[in-house]
């Protein structure tokens, strides 16, 4: 008694082919698509290319030019007021006991720029005063004391001195640890 025509054969046999059938049409599909974009690129040239006339054997070297970003000024630093509360904000002007006193607009964008400007590229060390108007150095080493003009060597002891004045100020104590971390840092060569 013959019940089908596969009767011999597993009963996901006719999926599996058609599965296989399905793959490799789309497989197929997918190799033609390509070669056929490729065969449409080749007569074009990006325009973007610059056109050399040397001869193929020929290295031309390729000179980098750095980039160098411009400086901010107090003009490109946009100051706004988002509060989310206003129960103690002061206006712009405000009254005081007898004067009346102003937010100095201008000079904290000068100093937001000039903090940006040094953020920029830069490599502060550990423990160094940087001063003055003009811009410093990309590096500055640590324990260093000075600006654009120079630097000098902040001493272990002035700046230990200034550390336990600046945390005792803020209610810390400036410990035997803080202090053998300093001294670890100061006594590197490379610093």
Request: overall charge negative.
């Amino acid at each position: 008694m013959v019940s089908g025509i596969h009767e011999d054969v597993e009963p996901d046999y006719e999926l599996k082919c058609i599965f296989m059938k399905r793959f490799f049409l789309f497989a197929a599909a997918a190799v033609c698509m390509v070669l056929a974009g490729c065969n449409g690129q080749q007569g074009h040239t990006p325009s973007s290319v610059a056109q050399v006339s040397e001869p193929a054997d020929t290295v031309v070297p390729v000179e980098e030019v750095p980039f160098r970003e411009k400086l901010l000024t107090a003009a490109d630093v946009t100051l706004t007021k988002d509060l989310l509360y206003d129960t103690y904000t002061l206006e712009d002007t405000y009254p005081y006991k007898d004067t009346v006193r102003s937010f100095k607009w201008d000079v904290i964008r000068n100093c937001l720029a000039y903090i940006e400007n040094m953020q920029r590229d830069s490599v502060i060390g550990v423990g160094t005063n940087i001063f003055g108007s003009d811009f410093p150095r990309n590096f500055v080493p640590s324990f260093s004391w000075g600006g654009a003009s120079g630097f000098t060597e902040h001493k272990m002891n002035q700046f230990v001195s200034t550390a336990e004045a600046v945390m005792k100020r803020r209610n810390k104590t400036f410990d035997d640890v803080d202090r053998r971390i300093i001294e670890h840092v100061f006594a590197d060569p490379e610093r």
